[in-house]
């Protein structure tokens, strides 16, 4: 049953059991201290540092790297960025080990139900994702309230419509842990939800394995391309595989589209660029033609193609807002960084397995020389997505790429239909300049429409920042609710 339809005994009895699990949590969180020392095992007695457990199996890629099996314990030798140096507990051995695989022995980050540096907004899309049904759960940090924490459980509403419902997790000053004040609770396994019986937790997408250390500029040999994913004005996209162990999408551009020079200039830039909302530039292949680009595969391909397929189809509305929002996301990044898309639109957004976008080509359009490109009114220009003053003066700016977004989220709203339906470039421009403006598409809430408008005002400083759009959309349905579940 929803919560609504639960009586109020029902509902405390579920808080008893409920409150009684996180009671629980800080002594299975802390168990070793319940056994004498004479107990562990030698090893771990005459080992001292940061011990750390494997969350995921890891095989061995290089001499200096070390392998792991999930749930070996590791020692700390020396953290430097994305790979540590470390010692194996169980073999003996060091080397290398990927960061993001391992977390510090005895803390929640070793739960499989326990989701590190996730925003609440975060939280919903991970639980919402395909792999998840009803009853699947998560804790994590509180946003607000420094030092507490968060469950996200995904529930269905009265109409039927898969939803995520938040409760606040309280500490009491002995250390325990409650949700309603009036109850105090125990067991991990048999625990029940507020709002529905946990299931399973959050499926926990397996963490992407860091990029070899210092493999910047890498030989072409080493790519074996193993799919073509798709054809542009520029070049092709591969599936491919760096070194035979790593999934990688592959770039080539045709000879001719850029110098070398120029593109390595701007990558060095490029690859300073890391968010959770834009593709990883892993490394390049410049010394002969054509120049690859090697970034992080998205499984589902471009925005623009995910629309229009039979599965993206089919999105509703929430999630086509929520599209928008992690767009923005990662285009308010940019905006902080100072940097400049120059060629935003949904053919340059990649879709992920669990369903969450990511930039793509950010500031490629910069360097390339082609002349059907840099004539702005040439044909491999893309007119319809770009500002006024871009087209005329060639004055691209964040306020330019505001301008790209407004067409964007036309784009998103009509699964993928071309912009300016039944216009030509030439007539694009010019009914653009004295004022025309695409009308609102059918299924378009006002609210959208008015968005895309405030995207597309003359002045270039009269349009919105990022930053704001991205919080107007993601608060798009939520603004008049409340964040959190009351509690009884």
Known sequence: PHCQCLSMFDISVLIIIWVTFLCIIPILFDCRQMFPLSLLSHTEQSESGKIVIALYPYDAKHNDDLGFKKGDRLKVLEEHGEWWKAKSLTSKKEGFIPSNYVAEANTMET????????????????????????????????????????????????????????????????GGFYISPKITFPDIEQSDGLCRKLEKPCDKPK????????????????????????????????????????????????????????????????????????????????????????????????????????????????????????IAEGMA????????????????????????????????????????YTAREGAKFPIKWTAPEAINYGSFTIKSDMWSFGVLLYEIITYGKIPYPGMSNGEVMTSVQRGYRMPRPENCPNELYDIMNSCWKSKPDDRPTFDYIQSVLDDFYTATEGQYQQQP
């Open 333 to 372: 990044y940019i905006e902080k960084k100072n940097y400049i898309h120059r060629d935003l639109r949904t053919a340059n957004v990649l879709v992920s397995e669990s369903l969450l976008c990511k930039i793509a080509d950010f500031g490629l359009a910069r360097v390339i020389e082609d002349d059907q």
């Open 111 to 174: 739960e499989e139900w326990f989701f590190k540096d996730i925003t609440r907004k975060d939280a919903e899309r991970q639980l919402l994702a395909p792999a998840n049904k009803a009853g699947s759960y998560l804790i994590r940090e509180s946003e607000t309230s420094k030092g507490s924490y968060s469950m996200s459980i995904r529930d269905v509403d009265a109409q039927g419509t898969d939803a995520v419902k938040h409760y606040k997790i309280r500490m009491l000053d002995n």
């Open 207 to 326: 963490a992407q394995k860091p990029w070899d250390k210092d493999a910047w500029e890498i030989s072409k040999e080493s790519i074996k391309m193993v799919k073509k994913l798709g054809a542009g004005q520029f070049g092709e996209v591969w599936m491919a595989f760096y070194n035979n162990t790593t999934k990688v999408a592959v770039k080539t551009l045709k000879p001719g589209t850029m110098s070398a020079e120029a593109f390595m200039e701007e990558a060095n830039l490029m690859k300073t660029l890391q968010h959770d909302r834009l593709v990883r530039l892993y490394a390049v292949v410049t010394k002969v033609e054509p120049i690859y680009i090697i970034t992080e595969y998205m499984s589902n391909g471009s925005l623009l193609d995910f629309l229009k397929s039979e599965v993206g189809c089919k999105v509703q509305l929430p999630k086509l807002i929520d599209f928008s929002a992690q």
